[in-house]
T-cell receptor, first 110, second 116 residues
Framework: AQSVTQLGSHVSVSEGALVLLRCNYSSSVPPYLFWYVQYPNQGLQLLLK??????LVKGINGFEAEFKKSETSFHLTKPSAHMSDAAEYFCAVRGGKLIFGQGTELSVKP | GAVVSQHPSWVICKSGTSVKIECRSLDFQATTMFWYRQFPKQSLMLMATSNEGSKATYEQGVEKDKFLINHASLTLSTLTVTSAHPEDSSFYIC????????????FGPGTRLTVT
């Protein structure tokens, strides 16, 4: 069975600082992994996805994530945070269903 | 491409009434649609999965008679909340997958339901 754990329900960074949102997964088969962003009262927007091609995946808005099989991780990073990055971020793994982590709220301080 | 719409975006209804939420795939054929419920500050909870022309498969703990799902065409699924109560107030999000990439789901913008 697949599962996802996001470490840290809330992360706060200063504008211009590195963003690191952690995600660890459990899967008995090669996983499909996703990061989504959700702004208040909106649906989910796909940031990036891993589908067993390149382990370093680049997404929209300057985000990227690296698939590390040995660590069962798929952490999301962005070199320089912007105020507009403040949102809820969800990591997800696709098995038979799409299974979401609990989410990490990112705050960006000016 | 791969746009999913929901209607209405928000709805207020009185306790005991029913409300229907529509989910449409605008530029692809959605062979499978999913309905999620999200409480404030929480993750998405899958309610049910529906395949076009088939009965929906509900997750454990989701009342089939209360949350009626219909997926009558490849571009439309509906969720009807019957005899709504205040505890049904929530954010409902649909998603769809289909003829583009079966492993990928495209999400609608969500519907905020408030039952008074």
């Amino acid at each position: 069975a697949q599962s996802v754990t996001q470490l840290g329900s809330h992360v706060s960074v200063s504008e211009g600082a590195l963003v690191l949102l952690r995600c660890n997964y459990s899967s008995s088969v090669p996983p499909y992994l996703f990061w989504y962003v959700q702004y208040p009262n909106q649906g989910l927007q796909l940031l990036l996805k891993y589908t067993s091609a390149a382990t370093l995946v680049k997404g929209i808005n300057g985000f990227e994530a690296e698939f590390k099989k040995s660590e069962t991780s798929f952490h999301l990073t962005k070199p320089s945070a912007h105020m507009s990055d403040a949102a809820e971020y969800f990591c997800a793994v696709r098995g038979g269903k799409l299974i979401f982590g609990q989410g990490t709220e990112l705050s960006v301080k000016p | 491409g791969a746009v999913v719409s929901q209607h209405p975006s928000w709805v207020i209804c009185k306790s005991g009434t029913s409300v229907k939420i529509e989910c449409r795939s605008l530029d692809f054929q959605a062979t499978t649609m999913f309905w999620y419920r999200q409480f404030p500050k929480q993750s998405l909870m899958l309610m049910a999965t529906s395949n076009e022309g088939s009965k929906a498969t509900y997750e454990q703990g989701v009342e089939k008679d209360k949350f009626l799902i219909n997926h009558a065409s490849l571009t439309l699924s509906t969720l009807t909340v019957t005899s709504a109560h205040p505890e049904d107030s929530s954010f409902y999000i649909c998603s769809a997958s289909g003829d583009r990439a079966a492993y990928e789901q495209y999400f609608g913008p969500g519907t905020r339901l408030t039952v008074t």
